[in-house]
């Protein structure tokens, strides 16, 4: 069914002030503003109550405006653009008022009730009956017709009901529609900031479980470094005791050479002595320290091996292979992994010194 707009001298006019309408239509009730008008932080308009409407979907335990808890705002989703408006402990009646959508309604409601443009002007008309208005709906076809199409065209075996009827229904059925994909919209958007919420959190945790881990092997460190520095120790006690000996033992050679060498050098200058019996004055002495100097017994030599330090070698393969096994326990909670630690430390202090004991 075609059909044109009637009175077309006043087309033009007609057609801006449907502009104008489409302009002042709440996105929530489908309705013109009604004031007061409030506008959001992205520049979109809506009614106060429509917007109250939409604010107490998305924070239901928000306390009223007449109630007395103070509460501390909340956040709801602009309908037209998804944008996210924060509130503070006002609600909707700390948005801002749009005096100028209020005065373009006043002014548009003042030009729509001048004869001129009055609605039976604005009426659509039949195409086939260019006199007749389009005033019934044809539920057969879908399509809105003339009462002469219904009675001699071609919706004359067709059923049809009157066009502000139709009209009421299906615009109630798009607003319940808006009003559940609006909810909808919410919803996910609850979904999505609930997601975000379990992003953010194992970013926490996995922070949290780097910084455990970080603490679990600095503390194998630390005992590696303790364990490492109580095993030098033990080596540079031996070594220290055997250099005692040795040169204990260079410095009894020493001297023994020293004095054998001065009883050598005394017993040639006697031998070179000319007269006879001058130099059995002497010799006698001289053949008996000889004698003594030459029975003289030194300590033994340290024994084969002994600069070996072999002793003091450190298997830690084992341990290596230990380590390698370090795995992460699902099941375990990071306080029962504190006291694994303590535990641990505890022991790995107590050993060394039982090794001590038991060492060289």
């Keep these: 069914m075609n059909f044109a707009v009637g009175f077309k001298p006043l087309l033009g006019d007609a057609h801006s002030m449907d502009n104008l309408e489409k302009q002042l239509i709440c996105p929530i009730c489908l309705e013109m503003f009604s004031k007061p008008v409030v506008i959001l932080p992205c520049q979109h308009n809506l009614c106060r109550k429509c917007a ?36 503070d402990r006002h609600g909707v009646y700390g948005l801002q008022r749009n005096l100028l959508v209020e005065n373009i309604i006043d002014i548009y409601k003042q030009e729509s009730s001048r004869p001129l443009h009055s609605k039976a ?11 007749e208005k389009i005033n019934i709906y044809c539920l057969s076809c879908e399509v809105p017709t003339c009462s002469l199409c219904k009675v001699f065209g071609a919706h004359k075996d067709c059923e049809v009901a009157p066009l502000p009827t139709i009209y009421k229904r299906q615009k109630s059925e798009l607003s319940d529609g808006i009003a559940m994909l609006v909810a909808g919209n919410d919803r996910v958007q609850a979904v999505i900031t609930q997601m975000e919420e379990v992003c953010q959190t194992i970013e926490d945790n996995s922070r949290r479980q780097k910084q455990l ?28 005791q055997k250099l005692q000996r040795v040169r204990g033992l260079i410095r009894q050679y020493g001297d023994h050479l020293e004095a054998s060498s001065k009883l050598v050098e005394s017993a040639i ?32 030599r340290p024994e084969p091996g002994y600069e070996s330090m072999e002793q003091f070698t450190v298997s830690v393969e084992h341990v290596a292979e230990m380590l390698r096994t370090i795995d992460f326990q699902p099941g375990a909670s990071g306080e029962e ?4 630690v303590a535990l641990d430390g505890d022991e790995g202090s107590a050993g060394p010194e039982e090794e001590r004991l038991d060492g060289p």
Aim: net charge negative; glycine share 6%.
């Design 52 to 87: 109250n409407d939409v604010f107490q979907a998305s924070n239901p335990l928000w306390q009223s405006r007449g109630s007395t808890t103070v509460s501390s705002g909340g956040r709801f989703r602009c309908p037209s653009c998804r944008h996210e408006v924060v509130l």
């Design 121 to 131: 002007e604005q009426h659509l008309m039949c195409e086939e009956h260019e006199e």
């Design 269 to 300: 200058q006697s031998m070179e002595e000319p007269q006879m019996a001058l130099y059995l004055q002497q010799a006698k002495e001289l053949i008996n320290k000889v004698g003594a100097m030459s029975k003289v017994e030194l300590a033994g």
């Design 213 to 240: 881990l970080n603490q679990r092997f600095e503390s194998l460190c630390a005992v590696l470094e303790e364990r490492k520095g109580e095993l030098l120790q033990a080596l540079a006690r031996e070594q220290e």
């Design 337 to 340: 992994e504190d006291e694994e």
